[in-house]
């Protein structure tokens, strides 16, 4: 009975034994292959692809940043970084995006910043209203024009979409639209046309300028150089040709567009 249990005793600490070594191997298995896939010499890319329907990155600085900035092979590439990376160096970029595809092939799609504004005359606007600032060469032409200080950009671009939604109904469209340092706003249509706000009360001198621009300007055969609609009850008209019978100052109340 006494060998039996010794025998048993023997074979239980065989089995734990052997258990801690197969533990053993399979941890330095799996590390052993951990450094194998993080080897830089191994799982390198042989075939990398670029879908993008950018007009405003030269195929040679797209080259050129992919090289600068992807690090890594099939298993130990950042997409994130990469990411982050060709958005520094090159500022049309919108978005990144990486698929790998086994086992050595990577595809890069990219895509580009749709502008929609000058800022300053320095800086691109974005759909989005983020400003970024490619090389000068690349700004595309004619974009609106916005301006004011830096630090009134969210006010600018927030009124230029109002506006321009306004203006759409009575087929105008904004051109040019700034604010100076003490809070003062204009804007310019495409067609020439020139309006004064100033200061305070924006939004309700723009709707009297959006009322009379279609009852008014839009109505007559005479040309209109500048509305100012710094008036408490009314705006003053600067025509292209003067009328000496016809007052250059009107008084009205706001009727609703049909």
């Given at each position: 009975?006494?060998?039996?249990?010794?025998?048993?005793?023997?074979?239980?600490?065989?089995?734990?034994?052997?258990?801690?070594?197969?533990?053993?191997?399979?941890?330095?298995?799996?590390?052993?292959?951990?450094?194998?896939?993080?080897?830089?010499?191994?799982?390198?890319?042989?075939?990398?692809?670029?879908?993008?329907?950018?007009?405003?990155?030269?195929?040679?600085?797209?080259?050129?940043?992919?090289?600068?900035?992807?690090?890594?092979?099939?298993?130990?590439?950042?997409?994130?970084?990469l990411e982050r990376g060709l958005?520094?160096?090159?500022?049309?970029?919108?978005?990144?995006?990486?698929?790998?595809?086994?086992?050595?092939?990577?595809?890069?799609?990219?895509?580009?910043?749709?502008?929609?504004?000058?800022?300053?005359?320095?800086?691109?606007?974005?759909?989005?209203?983020?400003?970024?600032?490619?090389?000068?060469?690349?700004?595309?032409?004619?974009?609106?024009?916005?301006?004011?200080?830096?630090?009134?950009?969210?006010?600018?671009?927030?009124?230029?979409?109002?506006?321009?939604?306004?203006?759409?109904?009575?087929?105008?469209?904004?051109?040019?639209?700034?604010?100076?340092?003490?809070?003062?706003?204009?804007?310019?249509?495409?067609?020439?046309?020139?309006?004064?706000?100033g200061k305070g009360e924006t939004?309700?001198?723009?709707?009297?300028?959006?009322?009379?621009?279609?009852?008014?300007?839009?109505?007559?055969?005479?040309?209109?150089?500048?509305?100012?609609?710094?008036?408490?009850?009314?705006?003053?008209?600067?025509?292209?040709?003067?009328?000496?019978?016809?007052?250059?100052?009107?008084?009205?109340?706001?009727?609703?567009?049909?």
């Open positions: 009975m006494q060998e039996r249990k010794k025998h048993s005793l023997a074979f239980r600490s065989l089995l734990n034994s052997s258990g801690l070594v197969l533990l053993i191997v399979i941890g330095l298995g799996l590390l052993a292959g951990g450094y194998f896939l993080q080897d830089k010499d191994k799982f390198q890319f042989h075939s990398i692809g670029v879908e993008t329907d950018a007009a405003h990155i030269s195929p040679q600085r797209l080259q050129k940043a992919i090289k600068l900035h992807l690090h890594g092979g099939f298993f130990t590439l950042d997409a994130r970084e958005r520094q160096t090159l500022p049309w970029v919108q978005q990144v995006r990486v698929r790998r595809i086994w086992p050595d092939r990577l595809v890069i799609k990219i895509t580009e910043r749709h502008a929609i504004a000058y800022w300053n005359k320095v800086e691109l606007v974005s759909e989005q209203g983020v400003l970024f600032r490619p090389a000068v060469n690349t700004f595309p032409s004619g974009l609106v024009y916005l301006s004011g200080n830096n630090d009134q950009f969210d006010d600018v671009f927030l009124n230029y979409h109002q506006f321009s939604s306004s203006l759409k109904e009575i087929n105008a469209r904004i051109s040019q639209l700034s604010v100076s340092a003490l809070g003062e706003w204009r804007f310019k249509l495409a067609n020439g046309v020139e309006a004064v706000l939004q309700g001198r723009f709707e009297r300028f959006v009322v009379f621009y279609y009852q008014v300007v839009m109505q007559s055969k005479r040309k209109v150089l500048r509305i100012d609609l710094r008036y408490r009850n009314g705006l003053a008209v600067k025509w292209a040709v003067q009328d000496p019978g016809l007052s250059n100052h009107f008084h009205y109340k706001i009727a609703t567009i049909k």
